[in-house]
Nanobody, 123 residues
C-alpha cells in the first residue's frame, strides 16, 4: 500500500522560501495524482496545489505566482516550492495521493495522506 511522508517544513521570515517534499514508499508514485493541502488552526483543510500523474496542475488563487509543484518520478517524490511566503501561509502542510483522477484539488478526492509538516512564517 502507498505511504507518503512530508518533509521540509520549518520557520521562515516573511518573503522567504521553503521547499517541501512528499516521498512515497510502497509503490511507484508515477501513476498517482498528488495534492498539497494545508490546515491552519481553526480552519478547514484546503487544497493548495495539485499535480496529476500527467503533470497538469491546479492551485489556489492565494498561491498563484508564489508556489509551484513538480514531480520527480525517478525519486518517487513530489515537491512544493514556496516563495514569497506570507504569515497567512502558516499552517500544517499535508501531501495526499490518489490512483483515481483528481480534478478539483479537493480533500475528498484523495485517499492516501501523510502526517503533515509545519510551516511557520514570521512577520
Amino acid at each position: 500500500q502507498l505511504q507518503v511522508v512530508e518533509s521540509g517544513g520549518g520557520l521562515v521570515q516573511t518573503g522567504g522560501s521553503l521547499r517541501l517534499s512528499c516521498t512515497a514508499t510502497g509503490r511507484s508514485f508515477a501513476g498517482y495524482d498528488v495534492g498539497w493541502f494545508r490546515q491552519a488552526p481553526g480552519k478547514e483543510r484546503e487544497g493548495v496545489y495539485c499535480i496529476s500523474s500527467g503533470g497538469s496542475t491546479k492551485y489556489a488563487d492565494s498561491v498563484k505566482g508564489r508556489f509551484t509543484a513538480s514531480r520527480d518520478n525517478a525519486k518517487n517524490t513530489v515537491y512544493l516550492e514556496m516563495n514569497s511566503l506570507k504569515p497567512e501561509d502558516t499552517a500544517v502542510y499535508y501531501c495526499a495521493a490518489t490512483d483515481w483522477i483528481a480534478t478539483e484539488c479537493k480533500r475528498s478526492e484523495y485517499d492516501y495522506w501523510g502526517r503533515g509538516t509545519q510551516v511557520t512564517v514570521s512577520s
